[in-house]
């Protein structure tokens, strides 16, 4: 999913499919079947990012981003066994404000909340 500049990369897991995997003390199959399992990531290519500084940045802006919708998405999608895996990645070469990266992935995070209502159904 797009919204430019950020590119929303997204996996979701069954528990029926998880349940079948060899045991791994990084899953943790009871917790995903009652509650869902959440797990994101940031990033910001060292190729359009040359600065190690302005990379850091734009992780930190994407990450404060998704930490302030996070709630709203909690709250408006079943995670009930599900593990779900994003992956935020900024593809623009300029850096835009925080309230407008926060105003991206909320865009983004609601799109992929009516994605995943529309499986539970």
Request: proline share 5%.
């Amino acid at each position: 999913m797009n919204a430019f500049p950020i590119k929303l990369i997204y996996t979701i897991e069954e528990y029926d499919t998880l349940s079948q995997l060899l045991p791994s003390p990084y899953l943790d199959l009871q917790q995903i079947k009652e509650k869902g399992q959440l797990q994101t990531g940031v990033g910001a290519p060292s190729r359009t990012f040359r600065k190690a500084v302005m990379r850091n940045r734009v992780k930190r802006l994407l990450r404060e981003g998704y930490r302030l919708e996070k709630p709203d998405f909690i709250n408006s999608t079943p995670l009930q066994g599900k593990r779900v895996n994003l992956f935020f990645l900024y593809t623009d070469a300029t850096v835009i404000s925080q309230l407008a990266i926060q105003e991206k992935v909320s865009q983004l995070l609601k799109r992929l909340s009516e994605k995943l209502n529309a499986l539970g159904k």
